[in-house]
């Protein structure tokens, strides 16, 4: 059933047209619509002959809420008044239906994919030495809107020089120097549905050596991982080949040798000071949506693919990711025609 606010005139004055039922059965496509005001009774009515109810509340495991929120207030106020009926959680059966998406659900990520791209190719044509973090961030926003997306799905990172090394930074209030990388982490909401996209750029349009080096390490382990995302894989298991694989790079890179990694405190892999981050997490109605990481992948599912590296002695940070959806004949990157070689990056900043 869906219970909508009961419209009149003095409301519509002030708030504007309100669905009347038959519309909101029409568009909703639930055929049971009653008034917000007729709640209660059709609660009491339903639990008359029903002994188990499912209630919905927050299980994010980094979620720590100081103040109740709706969902709480209302389980209270429930266990208060009904205290006979048997309560159970909702959201083992919400993570289920969350966690595999219908095929106009994939449309619509697909979408804010788009979209996300379009914001991409603006900050290609933008960039400069001498432009602000925030002034990159309204030009992403603005072409968010122009393309009817809700806004941003989470807060943008525009990171440039070592900001790029702070994983959550989100003051994007510096000005972009000439020789730096710029990593951009950002991602369209469309429907409600989100993307989540990062791209590292040079701003002044050209990769030094060492920085191509970096950011070709981390390409690297980006397609590697990508092919593993196939169903009976876990996202854990995507990150421990992650750590492997940018144990190696790192190597490379020069900056630790075999025998660092050979004589390592198992506890304390020397990797970590340079990739501290998990790579897979999955995307839908929130940015980081519903989903136990030892859960294996199921066709209809949607994951990010995320590797970096933060090199913070050298004001180097890289990171790479797409969004990528889960089939029976393998993984398919919703994010695929978003420029990431060098040669296509440099290549379209050099066009501005």
């Not at 603006?122 to 997306?149: D, M």
């Not at 750590?243 to 890179?253: G, S, T």
């Not at 020069?254 to 995307?283: N, R």
Request: glycine letters at 6%; a negative charge.
């Amino acid at each position: 059933a869906l219970f909508i606010i009961k419209t009149n005139e003095q409301l519509a004055t002030w708030e504007g047209h309100k669905y009347a039922k038959e519309e909101a059965r029409t568009i909703s496509g639930i055929e049971h619509v009653y008034w917000l005001d007729d709640f209660d009774i059709s609660l009491r009515e339903v639990l008359s002959y029903t002994g188990t109810v499912f209630l919905n509340s927050n299980e994010y495991v980094k979620y720590f809420g100081d103040v109740p929120d709706k969902n709480h207030r209302f389980a209270l106020e429930f266990k208060n008044k009904y205290p006979l009926h048997k309560i159970d959680r909702a959201a083992p059966i919400i993570t289920q239906l969350r966690s595999i998406k219908s095929e106009e659900e994939i449309q619509l990520i697909q979408k804010a994919c788009a979209i996300t791209q379009k914001g991409f190719d603006r900050v290609l044509r933008t960039v400069k030495p001498g432009i602000r973090e925030f002034e990159i961030e309204a030009e992403i926003s603005h072409e968010f809107t122009i393309n009817r997306a809700n806004g941003h799905g989470y807060a943008p990172i525009i990171a440039s020089g070592k900001n790029a090394c702070v994983l959550h930074y989100i003051d994007n209030n510096e000005t972009c120097q000439d020789g730096d990388l710029l990593l951009m982490d950002f991602g369209a909401e469309y429907a409600y549905y989100t993307a989540d996209m990062s791209r590292t750029i040079p701003v002044n349009g050209k990769f030094t050596a060492r920085q191509k080096q970096c950011y070709n390490a981390v390409l690297d382990v980006f397609k590697q991982l990508r092919e593993m995302y196939v169903p009976g894989n876990t996202p854990d298991m995507i990150n421990e080949a992650a750590e492997k694989l940018m144990e190696a790079e790192i190597v490379k890179l020069g900056l630790f040798t075999e025998d660092d990694i050979k004589h390592q405190d198992s506890d304390k892999p020397l990797f970590k000071k340079y990739f501290m981050h998990g790579v897979a997490h999955p995307i839908g109605l929130d940015v980081h949506d519903v989903g136990s990481k030892y859960e294996a992948f199921k066709p209809g599912m949607v994951f990010t693919c995320e590797p970096g590296i933060y090199i913070r002695e050298e004001n180097i940070g890289v990171r790479i990711e797409n969004d990528i959806l889960i089939t029976e004949n393998g993984p398919v990157d919703l994010m695929a025609e978003i420029p990431v070689e060098v040669e296509e990056i440099e290549s379209l900043m050099q066009k501005k």
